[in-house]
């Protein structure tokens, strides 16, 4: 069974949640950040613990509440061809997310590049002990879906993704489209674009890792 990652894999938020996070900062902590600064923090977590390491002080309500709505007005979008391939895969089962984005930053995401309908089991920060590359998102997706870890095919483009995968003992299958995809990073499967996952729905997919 499939699972996606979100950022860099289902929306194309590559610039637009670091422009987010440089925004926030500037608006309420008074100095600048570049998106490399965020994007060193992506390992942090949700926004709250990224906003933190990057305000340098503990993130309030308010910034978060700023964060949420400068990344609503970023205007992202789904790669080309993803609202079909979700639509696909609905012929073979629930899609699911697994990101280590909390549960309003994933909303606002989703909503904004019209895939909030698409989703039928969303696993966020809030939902997980520990982030990626730990596989605590998958052990939880998995639960949902009431199937083994091993029968998942985790599609994402970072390493963390596909360690998290790994880690699961689930198909790790390298996003080769998304921002954080590097060829040197191991992967049990490459994919060139989201319509090429739907070809791993059968027997490949329920394999996983075996050791």
């Known amino acids: 069974m499939l699972v996606w990652d979100l950022d860099g894999t289902l929306v194309d938020s590559g610039h637009h949640v670091p422009q987010a996070f440089v925004r926030t900062v500037a608006a309420v902590g008074g100095h ?3 998106p490399a600064d965020v994007e060193a923090a992506y390992p942090l977590g949700p926004p709250e613990r ?3 390491h990057l305000l340098r002080r503990p993130a309030t309500e308010e910034d978060l509440s700023a964060y949420y ?3 609503g007005a970023t205007g992202v979008v789904a790669y080309p061809g993803v609202p079909g391939v979700l639509r696909a895969q609905r012929a073979y089962g629930p899609v699911a997310v697994c990101t280590g984005a909390s549960r309003r930053a994933a909303a606002v995401l ?3 590049a019209g895939l909030a309908d698409l989703v039928d089991v969303l696993v966020c920060a809030e939902d997980a002990r520990r982030a990626k590359p730990a596989p605590d998102g998958l052990l939880v997706v998995a ?3 009431g199937v083994p870890p091993g029968a998942l095919a985790m599609v994402g483009d970072s390493a963390r993704d596909l360690m998290a995968a790994g880690n699961a003992g689930a198909l ?3 996003a080769g489209w998304g921002h954080e995809y590097d060829p ?3 992967a049990d499967v490459t994919i060139r674009s989201p319509a090429a996952a739907l070809a791993l729905l059968g027997p490949a ?3 996983g890792r075996t050791g």
Do not use: G, K
Request: no cysteine.
């Open 110 to 112: 989703l909503h904004d």
């Open 69 to 71: 709505t400068h990344l």
């Open 143 to 145: 639960a949902r879906l």
């Open 32 to 34: 600048v950040v570049s």
């Open 50 to 52: 990224m906003l933190a």
């Open 184 to 186: 040197a990073v191991p």
């Open 205 to 207: 997919a329920t394999t």
């Open 172 to 174: 790790a299958v390298a």
